[in-house]
Structure formats: structure tokens, C-alpha cells
């Protein structure tokens, strides 16, 4: 199978080579149709490899370091995110054969869109620290170049900007890591890594370093910043697979240093891990609130999944460190199942906000509205997301919540008192954020397909294209096939759970009515399937006697609105004045938010004027200052590039005693 | 015969929440009304309500969707399944393994996401005003709710409602997390259900209200399904309290007919009673602004949090 997924990536980069040869009016297709193609055979071959009906064995291609090759194995870890990265790629490929065809630049997009797509399968596929890196490049520089295909945009290029310096930021973290982790000799293959022994401080560092690299690429607070401009800018099938997918391969990065190649780590690791998964799911949630640009608002809730992902991770890594392997199973499978829950809305998600943008060339929110009317099966399509994300049974993001906070509530066994006081507070944070998540979307999905449409644009919107809607319902089915039947997805991720922390969950399928366990010993379950059929029944019933015995005649008449009845779209809720009562419950502190009224004095006709201000402390506190070093020091180093020829020469040569003489200091 | 059996159980217990919910709305309004020396509508008034609303014909605004006109049935059909998966006679019912304390909260949660769409799906001001400051309130109290539960998940050693309803009744010794749980759970209840002081469920004035104001477009039938199903939400709560606080008398499923009479007399009694309760207290406190709302939940959620670092405390020493 690992030949046959080699083959799959060598596909995608012919196609990336096919869309600047292929004459303009069919490379589109082509290459959608074909990446389509290629990532249903690696969705196969890795889910194979996953069910155990084919194995991954390495291959080493004579390729890269010469004395090295390149490594590349499918494990069982592995599998599971190339399926997630295939699934994921698959439906953007399928999406964008109809969504593509908008495309105002499409040579600026499809040569790098396979190239993408291959840099990210390829990633989990390396097992060694050289392919490893190249592909991490692969994937950052294609998708950096698919941010600014509308280079047009200031904002874009701005955005584009930031996503270069931090993928550069992470990609040095993450080299410096691997680094460490080869040791002196210089054991770059995986396997080398895992054998040789560390110190823990040693350990330590390469963790630290590990979570700035793949925590930059997933967006971990308070190195987030760049994802929430980068992935909105992107065409909407690209913000679909960066924020659904690629985060995904950076968590993948995390999990194979932190639980495999770095372990074994101590405990209080997983307290730095579960601190910030927390603070990153609240803040993600409540950046999110304050948004009213559709794209980017999905940008920062991917900010708040990877929160909820991280503190799956956080238990996972405290559990087993205290031996207890029943509840490090639990917790890592409820990170896994968030991983793949996540991929599954989110692109759904990113799939709407892109048919929405089709159909109207608006991202504001407050410009929207109405659209469940002109564009009903999008409107379904994107309702199933948003309720899925807001964690609601019996859709999936309900089952992943529901095993963390099971997860949680083992958390007493830990014989830390730091990690016993620790975890339900992260559990308040989880809750909170799972709330403020369904607040969000009810403001997201309100504001702009429910309502009164607000501008003439939302007014003439049309329903999008059959492959757009075939590709988001096919997601729509999933989400709820994943939440009403969960039990089938634990057990497919069995095998990489067992790779991880040596057991997996109890067996699933053997629950009476597809319910699901968290641990053996324990009375509680759920069951998506039954509640569904409960709903549905009832539901249903309700409506079949309603009419039979009260009748259904309705009337239509204006909007009552106690009597009085507002004429004009301007004065409904927008998305901003929604979000105003969480703005002052939650923002004053944490935005500080600032609301002036400029009432003008009586008499005087102006309008009064309302502003709001918002202060981002991740920018202002973190990137503002180290950009401020940056721009002072380059700006100092300027110097350097205007001096003669004899200086240069004098600069190599002291450079060069220097060198030395640290050198014979060092012996 | 073993599945019909569970069905027929199933279904006595569902039509058994459904037909009691608006009598407990009745008892409220009537208590409430003798404590402030008026006489008050009669304990069936609400079924009257309901019926009358049944026959009138649905007004829908013109622009109206039809999430609209879904939503009344979505949301009555997850508060009756909520409602109904709570242990009220018996415990480990046929069934009780759809959904333990967390899912039932989330299926509440899952009721308040399509309302607040409802409520904004028409676009006037005040569905807007209703939506947004319910979805605060809700971001606030579900923490709150969540911490609740992992301190009483802590003292019965699951979050299964029939093992910790048997729990309760066997092991019960009074404990002060217990009691901390207990105020911060009632506190929350009275958000999520919209009483007094977060909200006033029988004000006329606007701009005071919140559940009200989400659901001012409806009318008719889809009017009366709301209204009873947030009789069944306060039953749902009235319930989750007997049945982790005071689950004396709850039967085993299958027991005989006289431990299952027992237990629907006293499950009656404490129904009664919840009913009672909430009437007293409503007429003693006046309602509060909406932003000092915040504040008032916070304060449940520090109770949820104090009696679980009791309970951990406790449990290693």
C-alpha cells in the first residue's frame, strides 16, 4: 500500500504539472476531476490499511540524504490521517469541479492545488525526519501560494505575509526538534529516534519546540494569528482543506513527537498541553463571536476545535503518564474522533460559506441574510454543519465532546493534585466553549441565511452549482452517519489508539442499540441512534396527530412584531449587535472592548454615531513586539549590504578567526 | 416480547411526562397566585390553553421559512424525548442507555439552538433581542451545569441518572458539596427555564423579555406546542431534582405494583411540591437585569466548582 499511496502523491504532482500544460478551458476540470480520482484511491488505501486489510510496510526510496534515503511507512497512525486527509480532499476536489469554474485566475490556483494536496499526504506518510520536513514544505509553500492567489487584495497579501513568516517560524521549530531528537549522530530515520534515550531536559526542549512548530500550523493561541487572515483568504475549497485538513496534518506532526518519538514524557507535560488546549478553545470561540466576516469567523472556530482536540490530547498524554491505559485510550480516541469530526464539518462548513460567496461575492455577514430562501439545500447543508460543530446530539461534534468530558471525569484517578485541580477546570473551559460555539452559529447561520435579506445582492442570490451540493451533502450524510452510529468510527480507530497507548476503548459494537461506553467499568453510555429515532419518532407523531386533530390551515400576514412592524431590513439584528450581550459579558476583559456613543446635541440633525473597539492582546502582546524587533534589527542589518569589497573580506576573515578559535576553546 | 414490553414502558412513561407537564405549570400559577392573594386561573387553565391554541389557525409572517414552521415540532419533540429519559417512577428503564446527565443537558441545548433560530428567522428587533440574549444566558449557565454535574458524577461515581438516582438512595449522607451542588443546580434550572429573576415568563413589557421575545411570531398550534414544551423543560428540571437529590421511593424497573404505586405517589409528592417550591420563590425575589444575570450564574458555577474540589479534597484524604 505504501507504493500504491507513493504513486497516488507522484499523481497529484503530474497533475499539478498537467494544469500549466493543459490548454485553459479544460484544465479546471482535469485537475479537479483528477485529484478527485487520485484521493478517492488514497482514501481506500489508507482506510485499508487502518481496517487492517492491507498492511503499510516502509519502502525507502533512493532519494534525499544519500546515506539515508527516504523513508516512508503507513502505521496505523498514519493510516488514520490519510484517510482523514484523503476524505477531506476528495470532497474539496469534487466541490470545486462545479465551485472551480469561478475561479477568476485559475493558473494562479491549479497548478499548486495538487501540489498541496500531495505535500500534505506525503507528510504523514514520512518516517523520516528528512521527508518529513521537505513534505512539511511542500504543503506549507503550495498552500502559501493558493493564500495569495487574489494577490490583488491588500488584505491577501498582508495575510499572505504573516503565513510565510510563521510557516517559517514553525518549520525552523519543528527542524530544530527533530534535531534534537536525531542526537549528535545524527539518527534522522524515525526508528532511530525512537530507540535512543533522552535526558529530560532534553525532552523537554524538543517538546517545547515541537508544540511551537505543529502549534503554529494548528493554531494554537497565541500563535494563532496567522490563520485566521491565511485561511479565509484562500479560494473557499482551499480554506476548506487548510482548515479542515491541514490542521489536522499538524496535529498528526504533535502526536508522532509528543506520543511516539519524544515519549515517554513526563506528566506535567500534559498540564502545559491541557492549559492551552483550554485557552485555546475559549479564545477561538470568543474571537469567533466577534467576527461577522463568514470566512473568517469558520477560521477561528477551527482555532477552537483544535483547542478541543489539544485537551484530548493534554488527558491522553496525563493518563498514560500515570500508567492509567483505559482512560488514556478514551481520551486519545476522543481527540482522534474530534480530528476526524472536525475535518467532516469544517470543510462543510468552509464548502457553504463558498456557495454563499458564489452566489452573492460577499463575505460580511451584515450584508447577507435571508438566503434560506434563495438558496435552500446550501441553507440545509450549512444548518447540518453548524449544529453539528456546536457539539448538539445526534450529529458527530456531540460524540467527541461527549467522550473528552467522560475523559474528564476520570480525571480524580490522576495521583497529581496539580492535574486533579487542573482538569475540570479545562472541563468549564470546554463547556464554556462549547456553549459560546452553538451562540456563534446560531449568529452565523441567523444573520445570513435566516432574517430579511439586507443588501440587493442577498436578495438576487441563486442555489449553487450540483457538484458543490453533492460534495456537501455527501459531508452532510457523514456528519450524521459519524454522530448516529460513533460506535463503528471508535472501532476503526482501535488499531492506532493501541498503537499509541497500548489498549483501545472496550469493543463498541457489542453495546446493546449501536450505544457507545467510555470505559468497561463504567454505567455510562449513549447512543445517538436511539435518541435520533426518539426525536424522529416523536417528532413525527407529533406532527401527525397535530394536523389530524387540530387541523393545518395557516395565514400569511406581516410580521407581527408587537404591533410594530419595522419596514426596513436595517433594523434587524445584525451579527454585531447579536454578539453584544457575550461582548460585554466576556469582552470587556478579554477584547477590552470599548463602546462609545456620540450623541449629537439637541437641535443638531446629525446622526449619532456608535463605535465599538476591540483590542487583539494575542497580536498586541506576542507578534506586535517580535515584529517591532524584526523590522528594528533588519533595519539595522541594512548597513551591511552597502560596504565595500575590502570590508566584506575583512568581515569573512574575522568571522573566520572567530569561528576557529571557538572551535580550539571548544576541544 | 421482551422490545414490546419495553416499548409499551417506553411509551407509559412518555405520555405520562407529556400529560403531567402542564399541570405542573397550572400548580405553579395557582400558587403563585394565592401567595399574592389573588385567586388565580383554575389548575387546568394550561391544558385549556393548549387546547384552545390547537384549534386556532397558524398566523405565519410573510417571509416566514421552513425552519420556521419546523422548528415548534423539533423542539417539542427533543424536550418530550429530554423529559422523558429522565427516571421519574422507576430506574434503569428499557432505553435509559440513550443518554446519560451530559446528553440530556445537550438535548436541552440542541431545543435552544433551533429556537434561537426561530427567533431570528423572521428579522424583526425583538426575535433578535430574544435570540441573543437567551444563547448569553445559555453560554453562562452550561458551565455551570457542567461543573454541577462533575461534582455529583464525583460523589455517585457516574453520570448514568438511574445509578446515581440508586446511589443517592442508598449511600445519601448529607454532605456540603452536596448542598453547594444542590443551590448551584436550582440556580441554573431557574436560568434555563426563563423563571424569576433571570425572566419573568408572564411580563407584557418588551424590552424585559427574553424567552418570550424569541418566540413572539408564533401563534396557533405552533404557539401551543412551544408553550408546552417549556412545560415539559420545567419538568424535566422538577424531575432531574427528585431524581438525584431526592430519589426516595423511586422503584427497580420490573418491581411489583405496589413498590411502582409507591413510587408514583411520592414521585407525585415531590412533583407537587417542586411545583410549590418554585411559586415561593419566584414570589419572593424580584426579577433582576439582564446584565446582572451574568453574575448570578457565575456564582452557580463557583458553587459547582467549590463542591468539586470539596468532593476531591475529601475523597484523598
Known amino acids: ?667 | 416480547m421482551a422490545v414490546i414490553l419495553d416499548l409499551i414502558s417506553a411509551v407509559a412513561q412518555m405520555l405520562l411526562v407529556l400529560l403531567l407537564a402542564p399541570l405542573l405549570t397550572g400548580i405553579v400559577r395557582k400558587v403563585k397566585a394565592r401567595l399574592t392573594r389573588r385567586q388565580g386561573p383554575p389548575l387546568l387553565q394550561p391544558y385549556r390553553n393548549l387546547a384552545r391554541l390547537f384549534r386556532k389557525e397558524a398566523v405565519l409572517a410573510e417571509n416566514a421559512s421552513w425552519l420556521f414552521r419546523a422548528v415548534p415540532y423539533l423542539v417539542f419533540a427533543l424536550t418530550w424525548v429530554a423529559a422523558g429519559l429522565v427516571p421519574t417512577v422507576a430506574v434503569d428503564r428499557p432505553f435509559a442507555l440513550a443518554a446519560d446527565f451530559i446528553a440530556l443537558i445537550a438535548l436541552l441545548a440542541s431545543a435552544r439552538f433551533f429556537l434561537a433560530l426561530a427567533g431570528l428567522d423572521i428579522g424583526t428587533s425583538f426575535g433578535g433581542i430574544g435570540a441573543s440574549r437567551e444563547v448569553m444566558i445559555a453560554s453562562l449557565a452550561e458551565p455551570a451545569m457542567l461543573m454541577i454535574i462533575f461534582s455529583i458524577a464525583l460523589i455517585a461515581g457516574s453520570t448514568n441518572l438511574s445509578a446515581i438516582a440508586r446511589f443517592m438512595s442508598s449511600h445519601f449522607n448529607v454532605e456540603v458539596s452536596l448542598g453547594l451542588a444542590l443551590v448551584g443546580f436550582i440556580m441554573v434550572a431557574i436560568a434555563e427555564n426563563a423563571r424569576i429573576p433571570v425572566d419573568n415568563p408572564a411580563t407584557h413589557l418588551e424590552l424585559t423579555m427574553v424567552h418570550e421575545a424569541m418566540v413572539l411570531e408564533y401563534s396557533g398550534r405552533h404557539l401551543a406546542l412551544i408553550e408546552w414544551a417549556a412545560s415539559l423543560k420545567l419538568l424535566f428540571y422538577v424531575s432531574l431534582l427528585a431524581c438525584i437529590f431526592a430519589p426516595w421511593g423511586i422503584a427497580e424497573f420490573g418491581a411489583g405494583v405496589s413498590a411502582s404505586t409507591v413510587a408514583l405517589v411520592s414521585y407525585l409528592g415531590k412533583f407537587v411540591l417542586g411545583g410549590a417550591l418554585l411559586a415561593f420563590f419566584e414570589v419572593s425575589v424580584a426579577k433582576m437585569r439582564v446584565f446582572r444575570v451574568p453574575e448570578f450564574l457565575g456564582a452557580a458555577l463557583m458553587l459547582g466548582l467549590l463542591a468539586t474540589l470539596l468532593q476531591l479534597v475529601l475523597r484523598s484524604l
Open chain 1, 1 to 667: 500500500m505504501t507504493l500504491l499511496l507513493l504513486l497516488c502523491v507522484a499523481g497529484y504532482f503530474a497533475l499539478s504539472t498537467a494544469a500549466i500544460l493543459l490548454p485553459r478551458s479544460v484544465a479546471t476540470t482535469v485537475v479537479y476531476a483528477g485529484s478527485f480520482a487520485v484521493a478517492l484511491i488514497a482514501l481506500v488505501a489508507g482506510a485499508s490499511v487502518l481496517l487492517g486489510f492491507a498492511d503499510g510496510a516502509e519502502l525507502v526510496l533512493p532519494i534525499g540524504l544519500p546515506w539515508l534515503g527516504a523513508h516512508f511507512l503507513i502505521d496505523a497512525l498514519s493510516a488514520f490521517f490519510i484517510s482523514v486527509v484523503s476524505l477531506g480532499a476528495a470532497a474539496a476536489s469534487y466541490f470545486a469541479i462545479g465551485y472551480g469554474q469561478h475561479e477568476e485566475s485559475p493558473s494562479r490556483v491549479l497548478p499548486f492545488y495538487p501540489t498541496f494536496l500531495g505535500g500534505m499526504t506525503l507528510v504523514v506518510m514520512a518516517s523520516d525526519a528528512f521527508s518529513f520536513l521537505v513534505s512539511w514544505e511542500f504543503m506549507s509553500l503550495s498552500s502559501w501560494a493558493l493564500v495569495v492567489a487574489h494577490h490583488q487584495d491588500e488584505d491577501n497579501r498582508r495575510a499572505g505575509y504573516i503565513y510565510l513568516v510563521m510557516a517559517v517560524l514553525g518549520a525552523l521549530a519543528l527542524l530544530l526538534a527533530f534535531g534534537l531528537l536525531a542526537g549528535p549522530d545524527g539518527n534522522y530515520a524515525f526508528d532511530a529516534m525512537r530507540q535512543s534515550a533522552r535526558t529530560p531536559l532534553l525532552t523537554s526542549l524538543i517538546l517545547a519546540l515541537a508544540l511551537i512548530g505543529a502549534g503554529s500550523k494548528a493554531g494554537l493561541v497565541p500563535l494563532h494569528v496567522w490563520l485566521p487572515l491565511a485561511h479565509p483568504a484562500a479560494p473557499s475549497h482551499v480554506s476548506a482543506l487548510m482548515s479542515g485538513v491541514m490542521t489536522k496534518v499538524a496535529v498528526y506532526a504533535f502526536i508522532r513527537i509528543a506520543f511516539d518519538l519524544a515519549s515517554p514524557l513526563d506528566w506535567w507535560w500534559s498540564m502545559i498541553v491541557l492549559a492551552l488546549g483550554g485557552l485555546t478553545s475559549v479564545m477561538g470561540v470568543l474571537y469567533a463571536l466577534m467576527q461577522h466576516d463568514l470566512k473568517r469567523l469558520l477560521a477561528y472556530h477551527t482555532v477552537e476545535n483544535i483547542g478541543i482536540i489539544f485537551i484530548g490530547l493534554g488527558l491522553a498524554l496525563a493518563f498514560r503518564a500515570n500508567g492509567l491505559a483505559e482512560a488514556a485510550a478514551l481520551a486519545l480516541t476522543a481527540a482522534l474522533f474530534h480530528v476526524l469530526n472536525h475535518s467532516l464539518f469544517k470543510s462543510l462548513l468552509f464548502f457553504g460559506s463558498g456557495a454563499v460567496l458564489g452566489a452573492t461575492n460577499e463575505r460580511n455577514m451584515e450584508h447577507l441574510g435571508g438566503l434560506i430562501n434563495r438558496m435552500p439545500y446550501t441553507a440545509f447543508a450549512f444548518l447540518a454543519g453548524s449544529a453539528a460543530i456546536s457539539a448538539l446530539p445526534p450529529l458527530n461534534g456531540f460524540v467527541s465532546e461527549w467522550m473528552t468530558f467522560q475523559a474528564i471525569f476520570l480525571s480524580p484517578a490522576l495521583p497529581q493534585w496539580g492535574l486533579k485541580f487542573l482538569v475540570p477546570a479545562v472541563g468549564t473551559l470546554l463547556a464554556l466553549s462549547a456553549a459560546l460555539a452553538a451562540a456563534c452559529f446560531v449568529k452565523a447561520f441567523g444573520v445570513t441565511f435566516l432574517g430579511r435579506a439586507r443588501t440587493s445582492v442577498a436578495a438576487r442570490a441563486h442555489e449553487t452549482d450540483s457538484f458543490s451540493l453533492s460534495a456537501m451533502f455527501a459531508f452532510t450524510a457523514l456528519c450524521a452517519a459519524a454522530g448516529l452510529l460513533p460506535g463503528f468510527v471508535i472501532e476503526a480507530l482501535r488499531p492506532a489508539v493501541q498503537l499509541i497507548v497500548g489498549q483501545g476503548m472496550p469493543l463498541q459494537t457489542a453495546q446493546p442499540y449501536f450505544s457507545i461506553v467510555p470505559i468497561a467499568a463504567s454505567q455510562n453510555s449513549y447512543s445517538g441512534l436511539l435518541i435520533f429515532l426518539f426525536v424522529a419518532v416523536t417528532g413525527g407523531a407529533t406532527a401527525l396527530v397535530v394536523h389530524r386533530l387540530a387541523g393545518r390551515s395557516t395565514r400569511r400576514s406581516p410580521a407581527w412584531d408587537c404591533g410594530f412592524p419595522d419596514p426596513t431590513p436595517a433594523t434587524q439584528y445584525t451579527s454585531s449587535s447579536f454578539a453584544q450581550p457575550i461582548r460585554r459579558v466576556f469582552g470587556t476583559m478579554v477584547f477590552r472592548a470599548r463602546e462609545s456613543v456620540e450623541m449629537p446635541p439637541p437641535g443638531d440633525t446629525a446622526p449619532a454615531r456608535f463605535a465599538v473597539s476591540l483590542r487583539d492582546l494575542a497580536w498586541e502582546g506576542v507578534y506586535a513586539p517580535v515584529a517591532s524587533f524584526i523590522g528594528f534589527a533588519s533595519l539595522k542589518l541594512n548597513h551591511l549590504q552597502f560596504l565595500t569589497i575590502r570590508r566584506y573580506l575583512g568581515l569573512v576573515f574575522f568571522a573566520l578567526v572567530f569561528l576557529l578559535l571557538v572551535l580550539a576553546l571548544w576541544q
